[in-house]
């Protein structure tokens, strides 16, 4: 008989919230870690996304907090801000049957000026990043000195993303005695000395996902050449021809890489890593979700708590560095009852990775050939078809008057037939050669020791050489950086990830661009924005 949440040492306000968003069972990492924590023990889960682990130490938290006292009880760090609101959300959720508890966001790419109002109504819980965090201790704008619980939440990935001491300040920073509660993917060296340092005698859970991947999802690889991967990338798209995708990448220089190039081949695509400003970061998403973008090219990092659904297609452009990540990014499709499918590149130095993640997963990754000419375009035929099949049973305006105009004779017809198809038909291309690779043997292959110790995650962070321009719309009209990254990408094809710093004043914006593409921003060009015509000239600061 399965364990129920009404089986646990919880409030009964709680079962009832739970009872009421329609949960009944715990998850296995809610069934071990709410018991230990109400106790009030040390916690070290390890568990993978998805298994639950936000209401595993959110409803403690929540139920441990006093709300007859205005200061801050319970601390959340998360790696990045979407894991943080994704948190915020879940938390939300319970604070709702729990109407006099406070509970805010402290991420970076945030105004100030809501953060100091948010902080100075003492909210019972914080959930941040650590960076921000450490800027407002610094400007004593928080106070965490009442805190009785601090949960890092996948903190391997704070680690991967250098807030090493930034967590050593924050753990300095709160009280002696409190609960802290660490849950991570991996269990590196730094996890473990902060289970030493900072924790006292803590329980270790583990728990590993229900399933590691699921029969909806169809994987496979291509052992390309490294110098190839861009041309397979744009042979896979086209055989695939997804109408949403997320392409991975192990850095940041790479993600822009390939998102550059994938806009200059016509395709809708957009770059999402940790150097965006969050104004960027949102105006991407907000594309990808309503499939105005149907390539997002992103870092495991930027994708970090990231609800997105509904995703067709996932490339791993590279094979990331960890097993598990792998089952985090191929899950991102094949979800909610739709089949997905999963493409890794491999290349020649990383053969023997694919061997041992599929032991891994317990399952076989097949070996693929690249999609050759003839291939691609027999399946974009097929797709053209099957699409034009479905427009064919929808209901549309009745043109045949237009038609008698034209069908004179059965001739006639064909021709015309035949010049409406050749506007929309997909045209078969010519793709540069991909050659071959010649498998080595076994000896020879990269061993996994030597892939963990390898490449870094992420790329160090690049500034770039930027271009201070000003344009002839501000706040009067409206404009906010979503607006100017839709103006600036419309009329002059310059994605928002090339947009540096933004300064709008009443009637005019001033704001960066990157030198390598300023000559898109044809100052002749003739732009209308809301019926006012549009200048943009160079600005001298």
Request: proline share 4%.
């Amino acid at each position: 008989m399965s364990l129920l949440f009404n089986d646990l040492p919880i409030l009964d306000t709680t079962k009832e919230a739970l009872n009421q968003l329609g949960f009944t069972t715990p998850t296995p990492i809610q069934a071990l870690a709410i018991p230990k924590m109400i106790e009030g023990l040390d916690l070290i889960g390890q568990a993978q996304t998805g298994t639950g682990k936000t209401f595993a130490y959110a409803i403690p938290m929540v139920e441990k907090t006093d709300t007859t006292k205005k200061v801050t009880q319970g601390l959340i760090l998360t790696p990045t801000r979407e894991l943080t609101m994704q948190v915020y959300k879940e938390i939300l959720k319970l604070v709702k049957f729990y109407p006099s508890l406070k509970v805010t966001t402290i991420v970076g790419g945030e105004s100030y000026d809501k953060q100091f109002r948010e902080l100075a109504k003492h909210p019972h819980i914080i959930v941040a990043t650590p960076g921000r965090i450490i800027d407002h201790i610094d400007r004593k704008t928080v106070d965490l000195s009442n805190v009785n619980t601090l949960t890092l939440d996948e903190a391997d990935e704070m680690l991967k993303m250098g807030f090493q001491e930034d967590l050593e300040r924050i753990l300095q920073s709160l009280p002696e005695e409190r609960q802290t509660v660490l849950f991570s993917a991996t269990l590196p060296a730094f996890i473990k000395k902060i289970a030493s340092q900072y924790q006292k005698n803590p329980e270790f859970l583990k728990v590993e996902a229900e399933t590691l991947t699921v029969d909806r999802i169809t994987q496979g690889y291509f052992l390309v050449k490294d110098e190839d991967r861009p041309n397979l990338l744009v042979r896979l798209l086209d055989m695939e021809n997804p109408k949403t995708a997320i392409i991975f990448a192990n850095t940041k220089a790479d993600v822009d890489k390939i998102a550059a190039s994938l806009q200059d081949a016509k395709f809708t695509a957009d770059a999402l890593h940790g150097d965006l400003k969050q104004s960027q970061r949102n105006y991407v998403m907000s594309r990808f979700r309503n499939k105005q973008l149907s390539l997002l090219i992103a870092t495991d990092v930027a994708a970090r708590g990231l609800d997105i659904s509904d995703v067709e297609l996932v490339i791993n452009y590279d094979l990331p560095q960890q097993d598990e990540v792998y089952v985090h990014r191929i899950g991102r499709t094949g979800r909610a009852g739709k089949k997905g499918k999963a493409y890794s590149f491999v290349t020649p130095r990383k053969r023997r990775m694919i061997e041992v993640l599929s032991k891994f997963i317990k399952t076989d990754i097949k070996k693929l050939e690249f999609p050759d000419e003839n291939a691609i375009y027999k399946q974009r035929i097929k797709a053209f078809k099957n699409e034009l099949k479905a427009l064919m049973a929808e209901e549309v305006p009745n043109h045949m008057e237009l038609l008698n105009e034209f069908l004179t004779d059965e001739q006639m017809k064909d021709h015309l037939l035949n010049t409406l198809l050749n506007q929309i038909v997909p045209v078969k291309k010519e793709y540069p050669e991909l050659a071959p690779v010649v498998e080595r043997s076994r000896r020879t292959e990269t061993s996994r020791n030597d892939r963990r110790k390898g490449e870094k995650s992420d790329a160090p962070k690049r500034t770039g050489k930027y271009e201070d321009f000003i344009i002839n719309l501000g706040k009067k009209d409206g404009m906010t950086p979503q607006n100017l990254f839709k103006v600036l990408e419309k009329e002059f094809g310059i994605y928002s990830k090339n947009v540096g710093d933004i300064k709008h004043l009443s009637g005019e914006t001033i704001f960066g661009i990157k030198s390598e593409v300023v000559n898109k921003l044809r100052k002749d060009k003739a732009v209308n924005y809301q019926g006012k015509k549009v200048t943009v000239k160079n600005f001298k600061r």
